[in-house]
Every structure is written in C-alpha cells, then in structure tokens.
DNA sequence: ATTGTATGCGAGCGATGACTCGTGTCAGCA
DNA sequence: TGCTGACACGAGTCATCGCTCGCATACAAT
C-alpha cells in the first residue's frame, strides 16, 4: 500500500526509515536486512513501514536513490564546471573529485557494488551512467577533430566506464598504489586515448 | 557432510549436481536456487546433494568454478601464446580471444556478472585477475623501458582491470557499437597507455 | 549367499522473514 | 467535547528453504 504521505510526522518517517535502511545495510550486510530489522532500527512497526513502501525492494531502492541522486549531484557538476577547460586540466581534477566523493562513503560503496547483486540497481546505475556519457560525449563532440574517426559516443562509453570502475575497484581493493600514482595513471589513460 | 566420491556412480552425480546447478542459475536466475531446486532438476534427492555438499553456496561455487576455470584456461593460454609479440600484434588477438569466450556463455556471464552478489566470488575472481595481472605485469616489466616511470605492476592492474570491465560490460550491454569499432577502440586506449 | 559399507532417498523439521490485519491512538475540526 | 480519518502498532500468518535423519537399496568382498 503505497500512500503519499500528508502530514509532517510521516514525512518524517519516511526519512527514518530511509535512514535505517542505510544504516543497517553498512552495519549488518545486504544479506542481513530484513524489513522487520529496518523497522526496529528505525524505532517503527513493520505495519507502518508498509505504509509508504510497496515491499523490501523498494526500501532498498530508496536508500540507494538517495546515496546516488547525491554522488550524480556531485560528479556532474564538478564536470560541468570544468567543460570548457581541455585535456589533463579537466582530466584530473574531475577524476580527483570522483574519487573523493566515492571515498567519503566507501562503507556504502562496498554494500552497493560487493553486496547487492548489480541488476538490482541497474535502472538506476545505468541512468546515472548514461546521464555522464551524455556529457562526455557532447564534450567530444565540440571537439570532433581530436579524435579521427571514432564517434564520440563510442569514445564516452568507453571512458566513462572505465573511470567509473577503475576508481570503484581503487577506493575498495585498496590496491598498493599511492593515489597519487593512480591518478596520474588515470589521466595518462584517459590523454592517450583522447590524443590533443 | 563432505566426502570423497569412491565409487565411479557418485562421480557422475557431483557431476549431475554442477550440470543441474548451472541449469536452474541460467533458466531460473540466483534468486530462484534452492537446494531442492537443484536436486530436483539433477533428478537427485537433496539428501543426496548434501553428501557432497557441505552446503548451498559450495553448490554455487562448485558451478562457478567449473565456468571461471574454463574461461581462464583460453584466456591465460590465450595471452601466453602471444607474450613474445609486441603492441597490437599482440593485443587485438588478446581481446578478440577475450570476447569469443564472452560471448560463447553470454547468459551465464550475465548471471555471475549481474545476479550474484560480486562478494560472493571475490576469490576465485580476484584469484582469475591476480593470475592475469602477473602475467601482464611480467610482460610489461620485460619491456619496462615503454613506461616512463610507471611501474609495471600498476600499469598492469590498471589495463587489466579495465579492459576486463569494459569486454564483460560489451558483451551484455551490446551497446550500439559494432563489435569490428568497440575492439579497435580498445586496442587503441591500450595502445595510448602503453605507448611504444 | 551373506554381510558390511557406501550410496541414495524424501518426508519433514526448524527457522526465517515478507507482509497483513484487527485494533488502538492522535491530530484537527465543528 | 465528540467525531473522523489518517496514522501507527505488532502479534501473527503463511510460505519458503536450508538442511537432517531414519530407512532403503546397490555394490563389493568373502
């Protein structure tokens, strides 16, 4: 029974329950959340909780919305304000800011890409993916020329995908490479393929 | 209860299992396998199952295994066939290969790739990637004097990784890319990161 | 044949967890 | 103050499933 709701004190429920959603999600698992245990946590009744959300799913699905709406929030305008720059000097201070943003949760991230099985989330994944290869990809086109002829397109999907796993994989594998390093090797990755 | 099948019959039932396991991932999906499932479509009882299983996820691994084992064979024999020739030469018939084993398993990929928590693979995975990482690495440190003053060992996580991410993402995406452009793409973001 | 052991069976136990429903409470209004 | 509908509650229902156990059967050795 999903209702809208109309007084304040659900509305704040509703955040509650989000919130519990993702607390129980970094502290006991994806595996280990049940609506029930999203509901204690959240100091509410199963009952209440199935007031505003169709079922389990679409508790998770919240949460994750959340947690993304506001790394998509950050990661396009941080590309937004560096459109107009060219090569490693947008280059690198947009790959410095995802990983910062994906740093700052990584106990989140870890749940999100370890945990929940990826077709959960795909609709929502692949928005936010094909909202940044959308940018990408209208910045290659304005300068065609470098890139002979691969289309644009091609060349944003194949970066944008990359960069996005590559800097998931770093933040969670810790892998032995000082981030400095990585970074740069980023950047060598991404001017290599987009020659200026 | 984990035993040593000693007679040839019981041989041909872990083999039944595996097969059965693989069946019910790709027609009926992760969340559908159940033990009984498993055992029903091996024509098994679950009793059965469990003389050889000590549990559902050793079924799971056990299928898994089989796949990754398969897959790393081609890949590995793959690249070792080509280690001694250098740039393109040996990078196209590399990602070629790779994609040929994709492909091949299309709807099992998709099911270890997007239904299983990634968690629950993470060792044979990263063992897989360790493996090929070495042996990247061991190529790219013959030829260190291409890399500037990046360490092969970096290098090597990085193109490993990537191009990893980018072949299973083709496959089960199949972006409107024609196959013939998506690979001369890669060989050229591994050409311009590997500059020789 | 007979006995011992390995193998196989499948009904059912025990636990879990998504979801419901009957009951109660609270806020706002006349 | 009494009424009404939205809101909240939480014990309980119902189905699912991982897994067990007591028994049956096939096989090998003697």
Redesign the pocket.
């Known amino acids: 029974?999903k209702?809208i709701?109309?007084?304040?004190?659900?509305r704040?429920?509703v955040g509650r329950i989000i919130e519990a959603g993702h607390a129980v999600l970094v502290r006991d698992g994806y595996?280990?959340?049940?609506?029930?245990?999203v509901?204690a946590e959240a100091?509410?009744?199963?009952?209440?909780?199935?007031?505003?959300f169709?079922?389990?799913?679409a508790v998770i699905e919240a949460v994750v919305e959340r947690y993304s709406d506001v790394l998509a929030e950050r990661i396009t305008a941080s590309l937004a304000d560096r459109i107009d720059d060219a090569g490693p000097a947008m280059v690198r201070p947009t790959i410095e800011a995802l990983l910062d943003a994906l740093e700052e949760n990584a106990e989140f991230l870890r749940v999100i890409a370890d945990e929940i099985p990826r077709a959960e989330n795909s609709s929502r994944t692949e928005a936010l993916e094909q909202r940044i290869v959308g940018l990408v990809g209208a910045y290659l086109a304005a300068r065609r020329a470098d890139l002979g002829d691969t289309r644009p397109s091609t060349a944003a999907w194949v970066m944008v995908r990359a960069i996005e796993h590559l800097t998931v994989r770093y933040v969670l594998e810790h892998p032995t490479i000082p981030r400095e390093e990585f970074v740069s090797e980023l950047v060598r990755l991404v001017a290599g393929y987009l020659p200026d």
Do not use: F, I
Request: hydrophobic share 20%; no cysteine; proline share 9%.
């Open positions: 029974m209702k709701p109309q007084q304040e004190r659900s704040q429920m595996d280990a959340l049940s609506t029930n245990r509901a100091g509410v009744s199963p009952g209440s909780l199935y007031q505003y169709p079922n389990k799913e």
